[in-house]
């Protein structure tokens, strides 16, 4: 088990760094050839789609700054946490209005909060990272992500119960994660974290297989409730239960209700992976 010191990591709460990046179409309509989506190639001057915003900024280390995991070490504004396993938990997203593709724009990140929890490995680290994305016209999103930290499981440790999805949904699409798909999201996002991609050593870390990108999800997610509803998305919360494997059948899925959207990315037999909750416009 990795000792923390919770209180000197909390010393980089307030700890800033920025990044700029051009809205090129050729990220967005790479994405779309990943996922077969239907529709004509994105364009300058068109309103960037909700979500897309993850296909830039991608981490601009040198390579011989990567970790065996493939993980970027430490990069700007996040701490140096002393725990191998770093990973995406969830965020919360406000959309204050569509960003231009081909405009230039610049991301203010800031270390909100550290904070420790006990999960059923040992100790978790939670560092939460604000972003606030701009163009010349000011501030368009603004975002938390949730970065977990935590020790490898040990071999004897119980397995959870997964959380069953809901029944009925509104709508739903059978979505089946393949390698090719998650190595392609992976370059388009510059990332190099081996879970994604390599199926042995995802396996040595204990997976059943590739682990399927919780931002690619949520994206989905999102233009799923969407189309659905024919509205506008304002605000995004989600949340990872559980990985979900390339090769392994999943369904996308959501339900109105009202004036928002709960959605759920599950496997065939209704586990479920990641939950979203969806407000429009």
């Known amino acids: 088990m990795t000792p923390v010191d919770i209180q000197l990591l909390q010393k980089h709460v307030g700890q800033r760094a920025s990044r700029e990046d051009v809205l090129d179409p050729r990220p967005l ?66 959309f204050l209005r569509q960003l231009t593709i081909g405009g230039r724009v610049r991301r203010e990140s800031e270390v909100k909060a550290i904070y420790e929890r006990r999960g059923q490995s040992g100790p978790l680290v939670f560092v939460v990272l604000r972003h606030e994305i701009a163009d010349e016209n000011g501030v368009a999103i603004i975002e938390e992500q949730d970065i977990l930290y935590r020790d490898p499981e040990a071999a004897d440790a119980a397995v959870p119960p997964r959380r069953r999805a809901r029944e009925a949904p509104h709508w739903r699409r059978d979505f089946l994660p393949t390698i090719a798909m998650l190595f392609r999201y992976s370059a388009i996002t510059f990332n190099a974290h081996r879970i994604h991609y390599d199926q042995a050593f995802a396996r040595s870390e204990g997976y059943e297989g590739a682990v399927v990108h919780g931002p690619l999800l949520a994206m989905l997610l999102m233009d799923g409730a969407a189309l659905h509803a024919g509205r506008a998305i304002r605000r995004l919360a989600y949340r990872g239960s559980s990985p979900l494997f390339d090769g392994v059948p999943a369904t996308l899925a959501g339900r109105l209700i009202g004036t928002r959207a709960e959605a759920w990315a599950s496997t065939s037999q209704a586990e479920l992976g990641l939950t979203a909750e969806i407000d429009f416009d």
Do not use: K
């Open 29 to 94: 309509a790479q994405f779309a050839l990943t996922l077969d989506l239907p529709g004509s190639p994105p364009s300058i001057g068109d309103a960037l789609p909700v979500g897309r915003h993850w296909l830039y900024f991608g981490s601009d280390v040198p390579l011989a700054s990567l970790l065996v995991d493939g993980n970027a070490n430490a990069p700007p504004p996040l701490p140096l946490v002393a725990m191998p396993r770093r990973m995406w938990g969830g965020g919360r997203i406000e």
